[in-house]
């Protein structure tokens, strides 16, 4: 990660233009991995959606506003997510850039389960997402398709879907992204009422995490493993994932606070 920065600050220092605004654009939402305040990145991908659609360049604006709408549904703020992630894949088809179009759908599929749209309405519009997209992205989007059948009662259905799109990000070499689907899935055992199986899955997702030095996707791994580990009373356990949660989430993530 602090490579990437590196080169990025360089590119935005250097670069004129519509490099420096997709150096922007990038930069912005990695800080938020380094703890850099919500609604700080947010104001920037603001401005740089202002600057992106005086450009009018398709690809450019799929970007700033997936990232926008990532950023939004981190806020908890899922119907301003969705308008964003859904313009962000128009965008992208435009341009005919399918990683923008996967990043946008994943992240889509993400809003549609945590947020408010009703389960049949959320699982059509996955079906119909999933029509577009190719191996990138398709493998997140099967995880949180599974979440949503188990939300209807089909628990051996959604965990066949879950285990088939945790499966393709491995094989994809989509190491941050397989890691972090662990909670989804594990979102699907605590349903089901497993919490032995959450609890191995979001254990080997969080190890995963920790070796990849990831910092975004751990805090709420932690915890969402301490849920689980309170659900089966063992709050000693609990505790440290809990203040390390806090330690490592910024304050207006929603989500992990």
């Not at 435009?94 to 994943?106: K, M, P, Q, V």
């Not at 699982?123 to 997209?133: A, I, N």
Request: net charge negative.
């Amino acid at each position: 990660i602090s490579q990437a920065e590196d080169l990025l600050q360089r590119a935005v220092a250097e670069a004129t233009g519509l490099t420096k605004l997709k150096a922007e654009t990038r930069l912005a939402l990695l800080q938020t991995n380094k703890g850099e305040p919500m609604v700080t990145v947010a104001a920037t991908l603001d401005r740089l959606l202002v600057e992106a659609e005086e450009l009018d360049e398709p690809s450019l604006l799929a970007e700033v506003l997936a990232n926008r709408g990532i950023l939004a549904g981190w806020l908890g703020e899922y119907f301003e997510a969705a308008v964003m992630l859904r313009r962000s894949i128009e965008h992208a088809e435009t341009a005919g850039n399918r990683n923008l179009i996967g990043l946008a759908s994943r992240w889509l599929a993400v809003v549609l389960m945590w947020g408010p749209i009703p389960v049949p309405e959320a699982l059509e519009e996955c079906e119909r997402v999933r029509r577009r997209l190719g191996d990138f992205g398709m493998g997140e989007l099967l995880v949180f398709e599974g979440v949503l059948m188990a939300m209807q009662g089909d628990f051996e259905g959604g965990r066949a879907m879950a285990a088939q799109g945790r499966a393709l990000t491995e094989q994809l070499g989509q190491s941050v992204v397989h890691a972090a689907a662990s909670m989804p899935a594990a979102i699907l055992e605590i349903l089901s009422a497993e919490p032995e199986k959450a609890e191995a899955l979001l254990r080997e997702g969080r190890d995963e995490l920790v070796r990849l030095g990831d910092r975004g996707f751990l805090s709420s791994a932690d915890g969402l493993l301490a849920v689980v580990l309170c659900d089966q009373g063992r709050f000693d356990e609990a505790q440290p994932l809990v203040d390390e949660a806090k330690k490592l989430g910024a304050e207006d993530d929603i989500s992990t606070q």
